[in-house]
């Protein structure tokens, strides 16, 4: 058992603007990552968002956040049982959404990984294309498919000759650091009838609330931002979109949510069992005692996670969009 050390006192004169009402963020949390790195949260008086406040530390930020072992080694993220269940999820999400349509489309997916929802929406027929900034997620996409995927940002890829019909922000919008501009961007790049799909960490979710800075899906210092379902709701709504439907249940997230949060609030090193599950050529120390406790959780965590989604509080929220009926500003650039 590895044990994470105490943070240092937070910096109590931070004062700065929330993104989403303009409230004043003041400091709630110092946070210890994986890597022992220690981040500070601002939260908003207001309307309770959490951000990552980086101040001076940008460049660290960008640094630490897509190191090469965040991705895992070889061919894929993960391995075994959990890559199997990557697979699988990926699949029922890509029918899912296909059923929006009456026939295949054109589907974009925005931080497409290693290309398991892409490939999935290929073999239904769809046209697909992807983007990811992580140069080894980008050429496992671009094997898995066959295909060549874009690398770097959204807004550098090149415009579509034919609009999208389906945009996939698959838990991408918690690491924008302007989420309102990115959605405004899709609208302009997706057709008139075209599907938004979303998932993000739900900071309203029982899981959040229980374990507080322990939340698996706090995810320092990657996520920028920890945001409500409410809070993306109104998000949404500015930039010009109307939630059709939303789930609150996740097989792929929720219940390790519990069970890795668990582990965090008990003091073992943060996200030590995530770590250990990825495909790495080092592994983590304490590996077989967290393989041990990951088998023994994970199964006990489904009975809390379908309690939460009951409640419409689940530790993971997903959304299907469309453009609002009144919005008829349909623009082939992006400003």
């Known amino acids: 058992m590895i044990l994470m050390r105490e ?3 937070i910096d109590a004169t931070a004062r700065e603007t929330c993104n989403f009402c303009g409230g004043v963020m003041m400091p709630h949390w110092r946070v210890c990552d994986h890597a022992e790195h220690f981040w500070d949260y601002v939260r908003c008086e207001a309307c309770g968002l959490l951000r990552l406040r980086l101040g001076e530390d940008i460049s660290r930020w960008k640094k630490l956040s897509y190191a090469e072992d965040y991705y895992g080694e070889g061919f894929s993220k993960f391995t075994g ?15 899912e959404i296909a059923a929006f349509f009456p026939q295949p489309g054109r589907a974009l997916d925005i931080g497409c990984g290693e290309g398991l929802f892409l490939k999935s929406m290929k073999k239904l ?7 990811e900034i992580g140069e080894r997620a980008a050429a496992r ?29 698959w838990h991408v919008l918690e ?20 599907l938004l799909a979303v998932a993000i960490p739900n900071a309203a979710s029982w899981q959040a609330r229980i374990f507080g800075p322990h939340w698996f899906h706090l995810d320092p210092p990657r996520h920028l931002f920890s945001m409500g379902d409410a809070h ?17 249940f996740s097989l792929e997230y929720n219940p390790y949510g519990w069970a890795q949060s668990l582990l965090n609030s008990l003091g073992w090193k943060r996200d030590a069992m995530y770590e250990r599950l990825k495909r790495r050529a080092d592994g983590a120390r304490g590996g077989f ?3 041990v406790l990951a088998w023994s959780l994970l199964g006990p965590s489904i009975f809390p996670a379908v309690l939460e989604a009951m409640a419409r509080r689940g530790g993971t929220v997903s959304f299907y969009l469309r ?6 500003n349909i623009r082939d650039s992006r400003a």
Do not use: Y
Not at 125 to 131: I, L, Q
Not at 323 to 328: G, H, N, Q
């Open 289 to 291: 005692t967290l393989r």
């Open 125 to 131: 027929g769809w046209n697909v294309d992807g983007c």
């Open 7 to 9: 943070p240092p006192p």
């Open 81 to 95: 049982a959990i890559q199997a269940l990557r697979e699988f999820s990926a699949w029922r999400r890509a029918r």
């Open 175 to 194: 690491h924008v650091a302007e989420p309102a501009r990115l959605l405004e961007n899709i609208m302009r790049v997706l057709s008139r009838d075209g």
């Open 141 to 169: 996409a671009a094997e898995c498919l066959s295909q060549p995927i874009h690398c770097g940002e959204f807004e550098t890829m090149p415009l579509p000759e034919k609009p999208w019909d389906v945009v996939m922000l």
């Open 232 to 248: 993306f709701s109104r998000l949404a709504a500015k930039s010009g979109w109307e939630v059709v439907e939303s789930h609150h």
């Open 323 to 328: 453009r609002t009926p009144r919005d008829e």
